[in-house]
């Protein structure tokens, strides 16, 4: 973000108390989780069959977990193109679908599943309740999608998101302490844990804003998609793209995350995963249309309801997938947390390792991506 908007965070947010009893609750919810409705994991459907003849790797089974949304449309697409079965042989795919952050983090440490795909802040409490032995975030998987939208006939300017209701998905979350970081660089002043202020920060399922919206109780909100291009769908207007605070227009919204116990044991399985997201990666970025049909149909698999036309398109469009995990940008995000009272202050050192993820990056002719000095080496 630009050194204005950092350091009003830094600066204004810090008066806000960090209380340890809100930490344990966070831990609970997560910031940054991609989608806070529940906690309940759901087996997906059949397993994708092994490739005949392939090389056998030393785990038999793999299993992945990931969220039924847009932003981890790596695992989506990879598995429909079966990318990452090609990459794994005869080493079998074992799927696991998330709605919330933390319960992945739980199946994670419960030995459930292996391999994920998660928002920075559910990584970073996991990684960090844990005194680091829990995990490692290997790889990068998707920026942007983030946007603040409003009711047009409310709010026309930004200086007019004063006095208004603006919705976050959760208490501390990353679009949350995102919207309260912005919130104070327009010199405006915001109580972090009511939300009450000179804008009130009204905390909202994802699932429910849009209803809210519909119903007059929020005046906008700051969400990701695809609810941001629902609420368009609905009459909002998009007044600002939280991409466009940060430099390059990048932040990270989604990471791959492993077993430290499974990446000990079974490196060449976790190399293949990983050479199975950076193909697909690659693939979406050049097959845009298709991997966009891939994903609203996986939706569609996984959830019964594909996403319709005027809400995929411009939710797809804002979306960017990528290896990079954006380390300095997911510091930041936690910096901001920390400031904010949100969060205990996270020794992050050693959460990434991007040993692997570089070695699959130089096969393919890529560049090496930069742990931010939070790295294993």
């Known amino acids: 973000m630009s050194a204005l908007i950092r350091t009003s965070r830094r600066r204004a947010l810090a008066a806000a108390v960090a209380l340890p009893v809100l930490f344990g609750a966070l831990a609970a919810c997560g910031y940054g989780s991609d989608d806070a409705s529940d906690d309940n994991a759901t087996t997906a459907?059949?397993?994708?069959?092994?490739?005949?003849?392939?090389?056998k790797l030393s785990a038999d089974e793999v299993r992945i977990g990931y969220f039924p949304n847009l932003t981890h449309a790596t695992a989506l697409v990879g598995l429909k193109e079966g990318f990452f079965q090609q990459a794994l042989g005869t080493t079998t795919?074992?799927?696991?679908?998330?709605?919330?952050?933390p319960a992945e983090i739980e199946a994670l440490n419960a030995g459930s599943i292996d391999i994920g795909w998660i928002g920075p802040s559910p990584a970073i409490n996991g990684y960090t309740k844990s005194d680091g032995a829990s995990l490692r975030i290997i790889s990068g998987s998707a920026s942007g999608g983030v946007k603040l939208v409003v009711n047009p006939k409310k709010i026309k300017s930004l200086a007019d998101v004063k006095g208004k209701k603006i919705a976050t998905p959760q208490l501390g979350n990353t679009q949350d302490v995102a919207l309260l970081a912005w919130i104070e660089s327009q010199g405006w002043k915001v109580d972090a844990q009511s939300g009450k202020g000179d804008v009130s920060v009204v905390r909202t399922d994802n699932k429910i804003t849009p209803d809210a919206y519909k119903a007059g109780s929020i005046d906008g909100a700051w969400v990701p998609e695809p609810t941001a291009s629902k609420l368009v769908s609905e009459g909002a207007k998009v007044l600002l793209d939280e991409s466009t605070l940060w430099p390059d227009n990048k932040f990270v919204i989604t990471n791959v995350i492993v077993s430290q116990k499974f990446l000990s044991a079974h490196p060449d399985v976790v190399e293949a995963v990983l050479r199975g997201s950076v193909k697909t990666n690659a693939w979406i970025n050049a097959n845009s249309d298709q991997a966009k049909a891939d994903a609203n149909a996986q939706l569609e698999k996984l959830t019964q309801k594909a996403l319709p036309t005027d809400i995929l398109d411009p939710a797809w469009k804002s979306i960017q997938v990528l290896d990079d995990p954006l380390a300095r940008t997911a510091q930041e995000e936690a910096d901001h947390a920390v400031s904010a009272g949100l969060l205990k202050a996270p020794k992050l050192d050693g959460i990434y390792d991007l040993t692997l993820l570089n070695k699959v990056l130089k096969e393919q002719g890529e560049p090496a991506v930069d742990a931010a000095g939070l790295g294993t080496q």
Do not use: H, L, R, V
């Open 93 to 101: 795919i074992k799927e696991a679908t998330f709605n919330a952050g």
């Open 45 to 55: 459907p059949a397993a994708t069959t092994t490739s005949a003849g392939a090389a």
